[in-house]
C-alpha cells in the first residue's frame, strides 16, 4: 500500500501527519559539532566497554547514561536513567513533556525498555506521565505483563507514585494550533531530530540493555501507536548477540519487524553495519515502496561493542559515548540520488 492509500485508507486525508519535532525533508542538518562519518567500527580487540549509543543528537543523556555506567552502575539503570533526561527536556518536541500532541491536542507517549535477561515492559498511548521509561521498567518489574495501554498505564503510574501532570507545553501548544489551520498532510523526513530517544548499553560486565521513548508522530490519529513500545520493532535486545533499536516512521518499522531482524542477522553472522543495512533494504526494496516520503534510522551494537547505523535518509544520526569520548555520528544513508 502506498503512502497516498494508506492516509485514506485510515482517514487521514486532509490531515497533517509529521514525525517528532522539526520538519520538512532533509533540513535537519547535524550539530556543528557533529562528525561527518559514517558510523562502522569493526574494529580491534581493544576494550570497548562500557559503551552507551543512542539516536539521534542526545549528548547530555549519553553523558548520563555513562556517568551511571562508569560509576559501576548495570546497562538498565544506565538507559533508563538516560531517557529519562530527554523526556524532562520540554525543549524537545518529540518525547516527554513538551512532545508535540495528537491533532486533538493529546500528548500520548509510547516507551520500552529491554534487560540482559530478555526481561521486557512498555507503556503505549500513556497520558500525563513525563517519564514513560520508567513506568515502562515499572511493568518489567512488577507487574507480570509487557504492556500496558491507556489509562490502565497512566493509573499503574500513579500507583507507583508517579506525579501526573499536564505534558502539553505552550510551545507544543502553539504549534499544534498552527498546524490546525491548514491541518494538512504533508510526510516530513528528519522531523523527530534530535529529541526521540533510543538507547542502548553495554556496562563493564558485558551485558546488554536497551530502551526507547517519544511522543511518536505529531498530529497523529487519536489512539496511533508507533513502534517504539513494540518490542521486536522499536527495540530488540538478546545479550548473545547484541541489541538494536529504530527511529522514525513507525509503521515501515513495526511491518518489518525491524529490530529483531536487525539483532537476529548479526545472529547469522552480519556485523551490525551490514544488518543494519539489510533492515533498511528490507523497507526501501519493496515494490511500490514510497521510501523517499518517510525516514527510518537503525542503531545496533553486538557483544563485542562494534557498533552501526543506517538509514534511509541523510541526517540521520547517532551519538556515541566510548573510550572516554561524547559524540555525534553522521550516519550512512541509502538515498544518495
Ligand atoms: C513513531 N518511531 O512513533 C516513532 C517516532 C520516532 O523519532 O521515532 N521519532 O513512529
Given at each position: 500500500?502506498?503512502?497516498?492509500?494508506?492516509?485514506?485508507?485510515?482517514?487521514?486525508t486532509?490531515?497533517?501527519?509529521?514525525?517528532?519535532?522539526?520538519?520538512?525533508?532533509?533540513?535537519?542538518?547535524?550539530?556543528?559539532?557533529s562528525?561527518?562519518?559514517?558510523?562502522?567500527?569493526?574494529?580491534?580487540?581493544?576494550?570497548?566497554?562500557?559503551?552507551?549509543?543512542?539516536?539521534?543528537?542526545?549528548?547530555?543523556?549519553?553523558?548520563?547514561?555513562?556517568?551511571?555506567?562508569q560509576?559501576?552502575?548495570?546497562?538498565?539503570?544506565?538507559?533508563?536513567e538516560?531517557?529519562r533526561?530527554?523526556?524532562a527536556?520540554?525543549?524537545?518536541?518529540?518525547?516527554?513533556?513538551?512532545?508535540?500532541?495528537?491533532?486533538?491536542?493529546?500528548?500520548?507517549?509510547?516507551?520500552?525498555?529491554?534487560?540482559?535477561?530478555?526481561?521486557?515492559?512498555?507503556?503505549?498511548?500513556?497520558?500525563?506521565?513525563?517519564?514513560?521509561?520508567?513506568?515502562?521498567?515499572?511493568?518489567?518489574?512488577?507487574?507480570?505483563?509487557?504492556?500496558?495501554?491507556?489509562?490502565?498505564?497512566?493509573?499503574?503510574?500513579?500507583?507507583?507514585?508517579?506525579?501526573?501532570?499536564?505534558?502539553?507545553?505552550?510551545?507544543?501548544?502553539?504549534?499544534?494550533?498552527?498546524?490546525?489551520?491548514?491541518?494538512?498532510?504533508?510526510?516530513?523526513?528528519?522531523?523527530?531530530?534530535?529529541?526521540?530517544?533510543?538507547?542502548?548499553?553495554?556496562?563493564?560486565?558485558?551485558?546488554?540493555?536497551?530502551?526507547?521513548?517519544?511522543?511518536?508522530?505529531?498530529?497523529?490519529?487519536?489512539?496511533?501507536?508507533?513502534?517504539?513500545?513494540?518490542?521486536?520493532?522499536?527495540?530488540?535486545?538478546?545479550?548473545?548477540?547484541?541489541?538494536?533499536?529504530?527511529?522514525g516512521?513507525g509503521?515501515?518499522?513495526?511491518?518489518?519487524?525491524?529490530?529483531?531482524?536487525?539483532?537476529?542477522?548479526?545472529?547469522?553472522?552480519?556485523?551490525?553495519?551490514?544488518a543494519?543495512e539489510?533492515?533498511?533494504?528490507?523497507?526501501?526494496?519493496?515494490?511500490?515502496?514510497?521510501?523517499?516520503d518517510?525516514?527510518?534510522?537503525?542503531?545496533?551494537?553486538?557483544?563485542?561493542?562494534?557498533?552501526?547505523?543506517?538509514?534511509?535518509?541523510?541526517?540521520?544520526?547517532?551519538?556515541?559515548?566510548?573510550?572516554?569520548?561524547?559524540?555525534?555520528?553522521?550516519?550512512?544513508?541509502?538515498?544518495?540520488?
Amino acid at each position: 500500500m502506498n503512502r497516498r492509500k494508506f492516509i485514506k485508507n485510515t482517514a487521514l486525508t486532509g490531515a497533517g501527519l509529521t514525525i517528532g519535532k522539526s520538519l520538512i525533508g532533509c533540513a535537519d542538518k547535524p550539530a556543528e559539532d557533529s562528525k561527518t562519518a559514517i558510523v562502522s567500527s569493526e574494529s580491534s580487540s581493544k576494550a570497548k566497554l562500557p559503551l552507551v549509543i543512542a539516536t539521534w543528537h542526545v549528548k547530555e543523556a549519553t553523558a548520563k547514561a555513562m556517568e551511571v555506567l562508569q560509576a559501576g552502575g548495570n546497562a538498565l539503570d544506565a538507559v533508563e536513567e538516560g531517557c529519562r533526561v530527554e523526556e524532562a527536556n520540554e525543549k524537545g518536541q518529540s518525547v516527554g513533556k513538551g512532545g508535540l500532541p495528537d491533532r486533538d491536542g493529546n500528548v500520548t507517549l509510547d516507551a520500552c525498555i529491554m534487560d540482559n535477561y530478555g526481561n521486557c515492559g512498555s507503556v503505549v498511548y500513556l497520558q500525563n506521565i513525563t517519564h514513560a521509561v520508567s513506568v515502562a521498567r515499572k511493568v518489567m518489574e512488577d507487574t507480570p505483563h509487557v504492556m500496558l495501554a491507556g489509562e490502565g498505564a497512566k493509573q499503574f503510574a500513579i500507583s507507583k507514585g508517579f506525579e501526573p501532570e499536564d505534558l502539553l507545553t505552550n510551545a507544543s501548544k502553539k504549534a499544534w494550533k498552527k498546524w490546525k489551520i491548514e491541518a494538512k498532510y504533508k510526510p516530513i523526513i528528519n522531523i523527530e531530530n534530535h529529541d526521540t530517544i533510543g538507547m542502548l548499553a553495554i556496562d563493564q560486565n558485558g551485558d546488554i540493555s536497551g530502551a526507547c521513548t517519544t511522543s511518536g508522530l505529531a498530529y497523529k490519529m487519536g489512539g496511533r501507536v508507533g513502534d517504539s513500545p513494540i518490542i521486536g520493532s522499536g527495540l530488540f535486545v538478546d545479550n548473545e548477540i547484541g541489541a538494536c533499536v529504530a527511529t522514525g516512521l513507525g509503521e515501515e518499522v513495526v511491518k518489518t519487524v525491524g529490530s529483531f531482524l536487525v539483532v537476529e542477522l548479526m545472529r547469522q553472522g552480519k556485523s551490525p553495519q551490514n544488518a543494519c543495512e539489510e533492515a533498511i533494504s528490507r523497507i526501501v526494496n519493496k515494490p511500490n515502496s514510497n521510501y523517499k516520503d518517510f525516514q527510518v534510522g537503525y542503531i545496533a551494537v553486538n557483544k563485542k561493542g562494534d557498533i552501526g547505523s543506517y538509514s534511509i535518509h541523510q541526517w540521520f544520526s547517532v551519538t556515541k559515548f566510548q573510550y572516554g569520548v561524547n559524540e555525534q555520528i553522521q550516519s550512512d544513508y541509502f538515498n544518495k540520488a
